[in-house]
């Protein structure tokens, strides 16, 4: 083993450099193997989670597809660019579905994915993730409380302003002892999206052209590429 | 390889080195994905499968290697395995992929999977050191299973809960209500309860270890504590 040493770190580093050619080729064909069907789980999973919020006799359209780039906005307390999905039935709008984050939970975060039907009622409102404390403020979510379907229905031309608050602050939502700022937080995002929803309504239901998909709706331009904000974290 | 030495390995990997009781490494899973008994049995299958799989990878060409490089081509190898895994998980099993998250990227970290490719892989041949990587992924699978037990019965009042992530909706009904109305224990499911669960089975571990060494020695003599936790190593 006298070589040179030069020569010694090239061959190692050669050898290096197989072995990283080597992993990269089995991690394209692995990737290019499993893309269309990670595509569908992922599709699958998304309208599994819009049907629940959007009832089947809502749309006939490929909600999936049917697709809307939202620019950030402090009313959906997003910081990304999300997508809403838009419900039609016969070509008429009658849903759309949004994310929303509610910034202030106790844990951090909430996100929210809720559908708000053309005349401004929520058709439905779910949790996507969160970080509340379990068995304590985790009863937004659907399996273990029934509390987020008390906003099915709820508009604001039923609710004004001060109605869309916990009991406890005087409003119209029930609320667990113990757990208020949880409930407080999904409230307040709820409402907030529904502002959204009636300020920009038009372009919400703007027609489905094949639009160009990073279609900002308002403010400045935030250019993702697709898939950005889909990702459940 | 002959039986004795299949034996030895099995025994090695699943009981008198486990990963999770004895050799105390690949805790940061452990502990958090240990909540439920499928989660912690799917995490630890991923690893069995990811540990063998690097064993049978490093084995042939652990010749090929130069020593200097030898940990970044076993890195290197182990990441392009859990990649792969998790592209797989992704496509197949999304669900328990959501729920698993960030853990299966983490298998790469979990210094287990490195120890057994530089501690055994490295040095014997293929089949052996596939069976090590699996039956070492099998202890640690035991103990996320048997903690994962634990920590749902007394947390939630359940056994296999989100089975249906797992095997398809067929499953739904497999979960076991073990507790009937049961409100929940909020401290087995948070962290802590991993660490007290763990906590009691090393504890029994030991006490099994022990009372085996007694009887060895014929019931007598004063008890000195066989090697419970192993103090070299505290990985993440």
């Known amino acids: 083993m006298s070589a040179s040493p030069i020569k010694e770190s090239l061959l190692t580093a050669l050898n290096l450099l197989i072995f990283a050619l080597i992993g990269t080729a089995v991690l394209a064909s692995t990737f290019f193997l499993t893309r269309d069907r990670i595509r569908q789980s992922v599709e699958g999973e998304k309208l599994k989670l819009i049907s629940q919020i959007v009832p089947p006799a809502l749309f006939d359209n490929d909600i999936i597809k049917d697709t809307l780039h939202i620019a950030p906005d402090p009313l959906l307390g997003n910081t990304d660019v999300t997508i809403a999905y838009r419900a039609r039935l016969h070509g008429e709008p009658s849903a759309v579905v949004l994310e929303a984050v509610a910034p202030d939970g106790y844990g951090g975060k909430i996100n929210l994915i809720l559908s708000i039907r053309a005349n401004g009622e929520v058709a439905g409102v779910r949790v996507v993730s969160h970080k509340e404390t379990p068995g304590l403020g985790d009863y937004i979510e659907l399996p273990k409380s029934p509390w987020i379907k008390g906003f099915d229905g709820k508009s604001n031309a039923e609710y004004k302003e001060s109605d869309w608050k916990v009991k406890k602050d005087g409003g119209q939502f029930e609320y667990m002892a113990g757990a208020t700022i949880t409930p407080r937080a999904v409230v307040k995002a709820v ?24 279609l900002p709706l308002s403010g400045e331009g935030q250019r993702k590429p697709e898939g950005v904000g889909e990702g459940k974290k | 390889m002959n039986i004795q030495q299949f034996k030895d390995i099995l025994h090695n990997g699943v009981w008198k080195q486990n990963t999770g009781v004895v050799q105390l490494l690949g805790m940061c899973p452990l502990l958090a994905v240990s909540s439920t008994v499928v989660n912690g049995v799917s995490l630890g299958l991923a690893t069995s499968f990811v540990m063998a799989m690097s064993g049978a990878a490093v084995s042939p060409i652990r010749q090929l290697v130069p020593n200097e490089i030898r940990i970044p081509v076993f890195i290197l190898i182990i990441a392009v395995l859990v990649t792969v895994v998790q592209y797989f998980m992704n496509a197949y099993m999304y669900g328990l992929y959501v729920v698993l998250g960030i853990f299966i990227p983490l298998i790469v970290t979990n210094c287990i999977v490195l120890a057994r490719v530089e501690a055994f892989a490295s040095k014997n ?52 209500h ?16 991993a660490f007290i669960g763990l906590g009691l089975l090393i504890a029994g571990k030991n006490w099994l270890n022990l009372r085996a060494e007694r009887k060895a020695r014929g019931d007598s003599a004063t008890v000195v504590p066989v090697d419970g936790g192993c103090a070299i190593s505290h990985g993440g």
């Open chain 1, 191 to 214: 409402h907030k999206a529904l502002l959204y929803f009636e300020k920009n309504r038009d372009k919400l239901f703007a027609a489905s052209t094949p639009t160009p998909l990073n």
């Open chain 2, 125 to 176: 041949s293929m089949l052996p050191a596939a069976l090590d990587g699996f039956a070492m992924g099998l202890g640690l699978t035991c103990v996320l299973a048997v903690l994962g037990g634990m920590r749902e019965i007394i947390g939630k009042g359940t056994l296999l809960s989100g089975i249906d992530l797992a095997l398809g909706d067929a499953a739904k009904d497999w979960v076991i």
């Open chain 2, 178 to 193: 073990v507790i009937p109305d049961y409100k929940g224990f909020l401290l087995a499911v948070l962290p802590p309860g």
